[in-house]
């Protein structure tokens, strides 16, 4: 892996295990992540997202209920390069918490309701840091303060009920960032929040990305929020990567049909013309039962028989750091040109 490369995702795959039949969550997702570096993971609810986070972080259930497969290379803090789906258990044990950490969407149902949150944030580092109790709360208290809570000494004996939704968040972030991870995965950190608490939880994590050089992949189906925060964007669909790059040319010239639907179904303040809203026909397909071909196309307006429902369309570059899944992208182009 290059130099600044910490995280290296190659064809991930993950199946699970039903009495329906075999359910193929994750398929051949691959990327890289860059120490400092922030990159989006969006898409529609069921697409794959979270379950993608999980895999990295080997939280899925245990073979056979759940099958991974791929690989997911992580350059630890010694410099030596393992590959986390193949890693023994207690080798995870050490990593996750310490040099790769996760924000996840609820806070509430994600502490523990009957421990102060000081004490919370202080076992994680007790635990991975060989710290004392007393070294460790103090530790804490320092993190809150860092995470803008007000009044750390008092917080450090809060319980989780007796904080906001805004500051439930924000020692979330203070446990994932206690032992100075290479890695943070947020999964949907800002969706249960209003926008005022939603924009100051990104500003936060952009602040101590700055200190820490902290690589974050942040999973999201906000778009508004992607282009706040990320450098740059992958859009999954059905358990797949069908449009990734930099967040202005995916953003800005998106180029899969899915993505450009994505987009027109976001209100924009920035238009001088007054632009109505389109929804996207019909849902995401039941993993269960994907269709043939470009999983997108029985919802895609340019869908061609006996091409897009009959094979997968493999990964092209259109462009330097800009890729995409799909058969007719080139005749699309041409068609809005």
Partial sequence: MAGDVVLRVEHLGTTFRTEAGPLSAVQDVSFSL???ETLALVGESGSGKSVTSLAI????????RALLSGSVRFRGRDGEVRDLVSASEGAMEEIRGNEISM???????????????????????????????????????????????????????????????GMRQRVMIAMALACDPS??????????????????ILELLKELQARTGTAILFITHNLGVVAE?????????????????GVVPVLKRPLMPYTRRLLRSVPRLDSDEAMSLESIPGNVPDPLRLPPGCA????????????????????????????????????????QA
């Fill in 34 to 36: 860059r120490r400092g």
């Fill in 57 to 64: 972080m080997r939280l899925t259930p245990p073979a056979p």
């Fill in 103 to 165: 924000i996840f969407q609820e806070p509430m149902t994600s502490l523990n309701p009957v421990l102060p949150v000081g004490l919370q944030i202080a076992e994680t580092i007790m635990h991975h840091r060989d710290r004392p109790r007393r070294r460790a709360l103090e530790e804490a208290e320092r993190l809150i303060e860092l995470v803008g809570i007000p009044e750390p000494r008092r917080r450090l004996c809060a319980y989780p009920h007796h904080l906001s939704g």
């Fill in 183 to 200: 890695v943070l995965i947020a999964d949907e950190p800002t969706t249960a929040l209003d926008v005022t608490v939603q924009a100051q």
């Fill in 229 to 245: 925060i990320a450098d740059r964007v992958m859009v999954m669909y059905a358990g797949r990567i069908v449009e990734q790059g």
């Fill in 296 to 335: 997108f196309h029985p919802r895609c307006v340019h869908a061609k028989e006996a091409l897009c429902d009959g094979t997968v369309p493999e990964i092209e570059e259109a462009a330097p750091d800009h890729l995409l899944r799909c058969h007719r992208w080139r005749d699309i182009g041409e068609l």
